[in-house]
T-cell receptor
Framework: DGGITQSPKYLFRKEGQNVTLSCEQNLNHDAMYWYRQDPGQGLRLIYY???????QKGDIAEGYSVSREKKESFPLTVTSAQKNPTAFYLC?????????????FGDGTRLSIL | AQKITQTQPGMFVQEKEAVTLDCTYD???????LFWYKQPSSGEMIFLIYQGSYDQQNATEGRYSLNFQKARKSANLVISASQLGDSAMYFCAMRESGGYNFNKFYFGSGTKLNVKP
């Protein structure tokens, strides 16, 4: 089945450590996104990519980095510069064209600090 | 300015009754799309319904309908015959068609719906 796979489901980070969240899609979508969600809050855009080898900062990019070397993959690294990384992270993808196409989401990764 | 505004942080509805979740948006782009998503406590985002800016009729999908008032820039979600399984967070989102960031989606802060038995 086509979809988006995020891994791991749960992740723990030690102080000063970088961690990478995986996001893979087999929907042949051009655009991919990373969102952060804090408890009881809405989605905040971290980074998004409209095409391979290109990405733009979202509203809260500080302390995060991404790469888009392949169409299917859009990993997110939470660096040690992100002082409050505990949150639920959602990856999404969408087609590059077509107003009526929604975003498809993965099941999310819950990141906590040890 | 906020692109998407959801003014109801939380709402209660009695099972089997209808409920309306409010959403207003702000854009100068003549072409845009509006989306509603449901997020249960498990965290996944479920796409519910879409309304295009040029659509003449309100969108409907089963028990979900969208009350689209373009002049007021509102896109309220109506859930008919509420069920206990409808208890979740609901997000309104918009995608603009013009400009370089045409693949960017804007989300509201969400409304937490609780359906009472």
């Amino acid at each position: 089945d086509g979809g988006i796979t995020q891994s791991p489901k749960y992740l723990f980070r030690k102080e000063g450590q970088n961690v990478t969240l995986s996001c893979e899609q087999n929907l042949n979508h051009d655009a991919m996104y990373w969102y952060r969600q804090d408890p009881g809050q809405g989605l905040r855009l971290i980074y998004y990519s409209q095409i391979v080898n290109d990405f733009q900062k979202g509203d809260i990019a500080e302390g995060y980095s991404v790469s888009r070397e392949k169409k299917e993959s859009f990993p997110l690294t939470v660096t040690s510069a992100q002082k409050n990384p505990t949150a639920f992270y959602l990856c999404a993808s969408s087609t590059g064209t077509g107003d009526n196409q929604p975003q498809h989401f993965g099941d999310g990764t819950r990141l906590s600090i040890l | 300015a906020q692109k998407i505004t959801q003014t109801q942080p939380g709402m209660f509805v009695q099972e089997k009754e209808a409920v309306t979740l409010d959403c207003t948006y702000d854009t100068s782009d003549p072409s845009y799309g509006l989306f509603w998503y449901k997020q249960p406590s498990s965290g996944e985002m479920i796409f519910l319904i879409y309304q295009g800016s040029y659509d003449q009729q309100n969108a409907t999908e089963g028990r979900y309908s969208l009350n689209f008032q373009k002049a007021r820039k509102s896109a309220n979600l109506v859930i008919s015959a509420s069920q206990l399984g409808d208890s979740a967070m609901y997000f309104c989102a918009m995608r603009e068609s013009g400009g370089y960031n045409f693949n960017k989606f804007y989300f509201g802060s969400g409304t937490k719906l609780n359906v009472k038995p």
